[in-house]
């Protein structure tokens, strides 16, 4: 597996954010979806990252530079790559990446039920905590913030 970084012009990179974007849509309640489209993405304080097994894609994740934090953005496993390691591997990658960038913490908001369960498992894992608001982001019913300090 070779995760490197993505200008989003990739098709395949494209159709996974596109996958992620809909069901994000779908399976969040009216006002609170915080998913970036490609436009979104697409800003200078945003670096994506896509991991790659030859020319299959296994999994994409950006992250986001804030004034002393990083925060996780778009994190997704193909469908195909479930369960294969690669969104743990794109997990480790971007914490890598937000210690070099000398981020004293690595924040990221999700959502709540069955679809979210295997990413909430992994952050978990990794030592994330729940945490309170940020970057205009209010946890709730449906909203989870979590945080890990680096």
Known sequence: MQIRGTDLSEPDVTALLELHHGEMEQFSPPGTCHVLDLSGLKVPEIEVFAAWDDDRLLAIGALKQHEGFGEIKSMRAH????????GRAMLEH???????LGFASLKLETGSGELFEP???LYRKFGFEPCGPFAGYEPGDFNQ???LKL
């Open 79 to 86: 469908p195909a790559a479930r369960g294969t390691g690669a």
């Open 119 to 121: 990413a909430l498992r």
């Open 145 to 147: 913030l979590f945080a």
């Open 94 to 100: 971007l914490i890598t990446r937000a210690r070099e």
